[in-house]
Structure formats: structure tokens, C-alpha cells
């Protein structure tokens, strides 16, 4: 069993940057490949980025490609998001999630996932 536990969302102006991070519990993390996927109001939660586990492969949306960089350390158990350049269609619930081995946008493919925390971007 994996917990995950997101911070770093809040409310930053078009144009600004935010950290997430994805704190897990989990024996061996460097086995679990992490993801960020996210919600908003009314739509369906979709893929953001993904990094295996040992961090030697990331894969990213073409939405967020060259401004959303992923990265983890494994000596903490966590995973990060960092969000440059944000637009206000970035507004969303942001989720991490967990999976074994290998990499993957696939939703489905994650049976671990966090509570959430939401990124507001004002215009």
C-alpha cells in the first residue's frame, strides 16, 4: 500500500510558477513510478507528466511540455512539479499518483492516488 499526500497548490497570477510536491509512503519508492494528473470543474481528470522511478524517464502532456518540469528524489520519498510560465486554463485540481515499475499516462494504470490540491491561475 502507497499513501501520497500532495502540497504546494494556491491561488498565482498568469505568468507565475508554482511547486507541487508528492510526499509517499512507500518501503522501496524507487519501484513506483509517480504522475501528475489533473481536474477541472466539469472536465475529466487528464495526464500531466510522469517519471519512472528511478527518474531516468519523464514524459509530459503537449499542453505542459517546455513549462511543467517533473522531477523526484528518492532519498525523500518525494516527487515534484514545478510550473512555469502558468496560464489560467491551468486552473485545476492537481493529483499525483503511483503505480509499479515502467512509465505510463495512462489513468488507469495508477491504483495509488492523493487527495489533491488545487492551483488557481488568475488572469
Known amino acids: 500500500q502507497v499513501q501520497l499526500v500532495e502540497s504546494g497548490g494556491g491561488l498565482v497570477q498568469a505568468g507565475g510558477s508554482l511547486r507541487l510536491s508528492c510526499a509517499a509512503s512507500?518501503?522501496?519508492?524507487?519501484?513506483?513510478?509517480v504522475a501528475w494528473f489533473r481536474q477541472a470543474p466539469g472536465e475529466a481528470r487528464e495526464f500531466v507528466a510522469a517519471?519512472?522511478?528511478?527518474?531516468?524517464?519523464?514524459y509530459y502532456a503537449d499542453s505542459v511540455k517546455g513549462r511543467f518540469t517533473i522531477s523526484r528524489d528518492n532519498a525523500k520519498n518525494t516527487v515534484y512539479l514545478q510550473m512555469n510560465s502558468l496560464k489560467p486554463e491551468d486552473t485545476a485540481v492537481y493529483y499525483c499518483?503511483?503505480?509499479?515499475?515502467?512509465?505510463?499516462?495512462?489513468?488507469?494504470?495508477?491504483?495509488?492516488w492523493g487527495q489533491g490540491t488545487q492551483v488557481t491561475v488568475s488572469s
Open positions: 499518483a503511483a503505480g509499479r515499475f515502467g512509465i505510463s499516462a495512462q489513468r488507469d494504470s495508477y491504483p495509488y
Open positions: 517519471i519512472s522511478g528511478i527518474g531516468g524517464s519523464t
Open positions: 512507500a518501503r522501496t519508492f524507487s519501484n513506483y513510478r
